[in-house]
């Protein structure tokens, strides 16, 4: 070895420790922040979208999206609270808005609160409601489940009604309307799951009520709009407008075959609607016919998530800037998983984006992103409680008793008595 190479040893050794040092301080600072959620077409695929674009502007931090059932993500994250593992736990979780207030009164402390960070005045308001326990709000706003009536144009036509027609309807007029599509068409006038309480839950928030008052207790019995709601399924059962379906794939293939004129569901049914391309200009979409009681609105919701983080997270801090970030503040991130996902965000100011704005050849050249989002704005705060799926059930199961005679005040008094027995 020669002398000069005696001389650059010991700065060729001490560059590679060097490097080594550097390489072990950057492995170190590196954060992968670990999600649960359901859906590979939609929340999987979307918050894979979100940490790319979190990582683009913090290299450090990368995303282990983890796709399992819907069920399979409810029992982990039920056992794991339960046991008070944090290692068995995610740093983030997509938590359905019916299921929020279970999680955050049954396991306190376990979600970090995102009140200090997150502008909450900038979400829907309702979706804000169902996160909140206590003055602290502790999720962040996901996807709408906001809710309308889409309609077969021709149809309607064929019956002697024009598109105007089905602005600001009531239940009532949406039953007559129904007698007399099926009188010209032979068409039903909408698909019914009598064991599926989602049309209930639809009309009943339209009116600003829910299963439960805003403290959490049972609200059945004294329940105007959940008596008016009641009434209204009865009639249209007792009409005979609606074809009876058992189970999801049933009730899609209700609209989706053409057998019905009508569909009532959140905006997340867009892409099912869109899915038969030889129906393309024969459908519209208005806002949800009203209750004729006081209180009642065009405007209620079905279904939606939102994201939540978990106080025992080791990356909590880089959580929550993610999600603030990018679900709280990147309006072109509501305009991509519009287009690509037919996600409506509950962000508002994500309205005034181009994708948003853009009409909609299938829906004859409607703005029916624009309508959705302006209709979020409106749907009625609730307090969606702990027992939701209960109250569905003890629901459903009085639904016959309906086109029985039964008086609906009788009805409200079965339900409550399920309801009580099932929450003590």
Same mark, same amino acid.
């Given at each position: 070895?020669?002398?000069?190479?005696?001389?650059?040893?010991?700065?060729?050794?001490?560059?590679?420790?060097?490097?080594?040092?550097?390489?072990?301080?950057?492995?170190?600072?590196?954060?992968?922040?670990?999600?649960?959620?359901?859906?590979?077409?939609?929340?999987?695929?979307?918050?894979?979208?979100?940490?790319?674009?979190?990582?683009?502007?913090?290299?450090?931090?990368?995303?282990?999206?983890?796709?399992?059932?819907?069920?399979?993500?409810?029992?982990?994250?039920?056992?794991?609270?339960?046991?008070?593992?944090?290692?068995?736990?995610?740093?983030?979780?997509?938590?359905?808005?019916?299921?929020?207030?279970?999680?955050?009164?049954?396991?306190?402390?376990?979600?970090?609160?995102?009140?200090?960070?997150?502008?909450?005045?900038?979400?829907?308001?309702?979706?804000?409601?169902?996160?909140?326990?206590?003055?602290?709000?502790?999720?962040?706003?996901?996807?709408?489940?906001?809710?309308?009536?889409?309609?077969? %144009?021709?149809?309607?036509?064929?019956?002697?009604?024009?598109?105007?027609?089905?602005?600001?309807?009531?239940?009532?007029?949406?039953?007559?309307?129904?007698?007399?599509?099926?009188?010209?068409?032979?068409?039903?006038?909408?698909?019914?799951?009598?064991?599926?309480?989602?049309?209930?839950?639809?009309?009943?928030?339209?009116?600003?009520?829910?299963?439960?008052?805003?403290?959490?207790?049972?609200?059945?019995?004294?329940?105007?709009?959940?008596?008016?709601?009641?009434?209204?399924?009865?009639? /249209?059962?007792?009409?005979?407008?609606?074809?009876?379906?058992?189970?999801?794939?049933?009730?899609?293939?209700?609209?989706?075959?053409?057998?019905?004129?009508?569909?009532? @569901?959140?905006?997340?049914?867009?892409?099912?609607?869109?899915?038969?391309?030889?129906?393309?200009?024969?459908?519209?979409?208005?806002?949800?016919?009203?209750?004729?009681?006081?209180?009642?609105?065009?405007?209620?919701?079905?279904?939606?998530?939102?994201?939540?983080?978990?106080?025992?997270?080791?990356?909590?801090?880089?959580? /929550?800037?993610?999600?603030?970030?990018?679900?709280?503040?990147?309006?072109?991130?509501?305009? %991509?998983?519009?287009?690509?996902?037919?996600?409506?965000?509950?962000?508002?100011?994500?309205?005034?984006?181009? @994708?948003?704005?853009?009409?909609?050849?299938?829906?004859?050249?409607?703005?029916?992103?624009?309508?959705?989002?302006?209709?979020?704005?409106?749907?009625?705060?609730?307090?969606?409680?702990?027992?939701?799926?209960?109250?569905?059930?003890?629901?459903?199961?009085?639904?016959?008793?309906?086109?029985?005679?039964?008086?609906?005040?009788?009805?409200?008094?079965?339900?409550?008595?399920?309801?009580?027995?099932?929450?003590?």
């Amino acid at each position: 070895m020669d002398n000069l190479a005696r001389a650059y040893l010991p700065r060729i050794a001490g560059l590679a420790l060097a490097s080594v040092s550097f390489l072990a301080v950057t492995a170190a600072e590196a954060k992968e922040i670990t999600i649960w959620c359901w859906d590979p077409n939609f929340n999987v695929a979307i918050m894979k979208e979100a940490g790319a674009r979190y990582t683009k502007t913090h290299p450090d931090v990368t995303f282990n999206v983890v796709d399992f059932a819907k069920a399979d993500v409810e029992q982990k994250l039920q056992t794991g609270l339960a046991s008070g593992t944090a290692d068995a736990l995610p740093d983030i979780v997509l938590i359905e808005d019916y299921g929020a207030q279970k999680y955050l009164q049954s396991f306190p402390g376990a979600f970090a609160p995102l009140s200090g960070t997150v502008d909450y005045s900038g979400f829907a308001p309702y979706k804000v409601e169902v996160m909140t326990l206590d003055g602290q709000v502790y999720g962040m706003p996901f996807d709408s489940g906001v809710a309308g009536l889409y309609y077969r %144009k021709d149809y309607l036509e064929q019956s002697g009604f024009k598109p105007e027609d089905m602005q600001n309807l009531t239940w009532d007029r949406f039953i007559e309307i129904g007698q007399q599509v099926e009188a010209k068409t032979g068409k039903k006038m909408i698909g019914l799951d009598p064991n599926d309480g989602g049309l209930v839950r639809v009309i009943m928030q339209s009116a600003g009520q829910w299963y439960f008052d805003k403290e959490g207790k049972p609200n059945i019995t004294g329940n105007a709009a959940l008596k008016a709601t009641l009434e209204t399924v009865g009639k /249209i059962m007792s009409a005979n407008i609606y074809k009876p379906a058992n189970g999801w794939s049933d009730w899609v293939g209700t609209f989706t075959s053409g057998d019905v004129a009508t569909v009532v @569901a959140g905006v997340w049914i867009t892409g099912t609607v869109k899915a038969q391309p030889d129906q393309a200009g024969k459908w519209g979409v208005v806002p949800i016919p009203a209750l004729s009681i006081e209180g009642a609105t065009h405007a209620s919701n079905l279904g939606g998530s939102s994201w939540y983080v978990l106080e025992s997270s080791a990356e909590k801090a880089e959580a /929550i800037d993610f999600l603030n970030e990018i679900y709280g503040k990147d309006i072109d991130f509501y305009q %991509k998983i519009l287009q690509d996902r037919g996600a409506v965000g509950s962000l508002l100011a994500a309205r005034r984006g181009a @994708a948003y704005e853009a009409a909609d050849s299938f829906f004859g050249g409607e703005k029916v992103w624009q309508n959705f989002s302006d209709w979020l704005a409106k749907v009625p705060s609730v307090n969606y409680g702990v027992f939701t799926n209960e109250a569905d059930l003890a629901v459903t199961a009085q639904l016959p008793a309906l086109t029985q005679g039964t008086p609906t005040d009788e009805i409200l008094k079965a339900i409550d008595a399920e309801i009580s027995g099932q929450i003590q």
